[in-house]
């Protein structure tokens, strides 16, 4: 089984997709996490993405494709995973179907009004450590500044600066958002309302994946 979320930048893709690993064991690949790892760590992909990351667009896609088959390779992948922030265009979407095509699909857009989105991303905090999300509005840690997990330092993301959001919002407008399209063709999109907390916008993907995997014979994973 692969989970494809799709949604706004700050549309909580990652913290629903976390919580869709809690219950069901899939690991969850966020391509922005593994670009901004390879960044850190300075590995040649990492070198590549560094001038093109930060500034609202997308990275070549055969930098994102090259981290992405790296981590499908871990034997953790092989029941299935869960994908936040990829595909993000036409050509990344052909590029999974060719590089791991005999899977199950499920794809869920998650739809967020425009002024929760601004709230969202201007309220949000990530641990540089462990990747755990925050929010100063929504999501607080328990110590101000302090991840709850691993006690690093939060950090307000580069590009969730405030003149960053026009330049990702028209990326996701031109580049992702067609693949609604692409997926709703193939008849495996859900639309889901993710404008309230993250656990009113797990309940009818939780609902839609336990139907999938009852009609597969697939199971959970035990953590
Ligand atoms: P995210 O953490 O998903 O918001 O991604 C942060 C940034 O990483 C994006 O604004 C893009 O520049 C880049 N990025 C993440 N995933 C992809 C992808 N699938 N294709 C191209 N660029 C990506």
Same mark, same amino acid.
């Given at each position: ?6 949604g ?7 913290? !629903?997709?976390?919580?869709? +690993? =809690?219950?069901? $064991?899939? /690991?969850?690949?966020?391509? #922005?996490?593994? *670009? ?27 930098? !994102?494709?090259?981290?992405? +088959? =790296?981590?499908? $390779?871990? /034997?953790?992948?092989?029941? #299935?995973y869960? *994908? ?27 739809? !967020? ?63 992702t958002?067609?693949?609604t ?20 916008t ?22």
């Amino acid at each position: 089984m692969r989970i494809i979320l799709l949604g706004a930048p700050a549309s909580g893709k990652g913290s !629903v997709g976390e919580r869709i +690993r =809690e219950e069901y $064991g899939f /690991p969850k690949i966020s391509t #922005g996490d593994l *670009l901004r790892e390879a960044v850190r760590k300075k590995t040649s992909l990492g070198l590549k993405a560094e001038t093109q990351l930060g500034k609202g667009g997308l990275v070549d896609d055969d930098i !994102v494709l090259g981290l992405l +088959r =790296e981590r499908l $390779g871990n /034997p953790d992948c092989h029941a #299935g995973y869960i *994908l936040d922030g990829f595909p993000r265009n036409l050509s990344q979407a052909q590029s999974l179907a060719a590089l791991d095509g005999q899977r199950r699909e499920l794809v869920f857009e998650i739809q !967020v009004r425009e002024d929760v989105l601004v709230k969202r991303i201007s309220g949000r905090r990530i641990c540089p450590s462990c990747e755990a999300i925050f929010n100063i509005h929504t999501k607080r840690p328990r110590r101000e500044g302090i991840c709850d997990v691993c006690g690093a330092k939060l950090l307000q993301r580069n590009d969730d600066r405030a003149e960053l959001i026009p330049a990702r919002k028209e990326t996701y407008r031109t580049k992702t958002e067609p693949l609604t399209s692409y997926y709703g063709e193939k008849g495996i999109l859900c639309k889901v309302d993710g404008n309230g907390t993250v656990e009113e916008t797990l309940r009818p993907i939780k609902t839609v994946i336990d139907e999938e995997l009852g009609k597969t014979g697939g199971k959970r994973i035990q953590l």
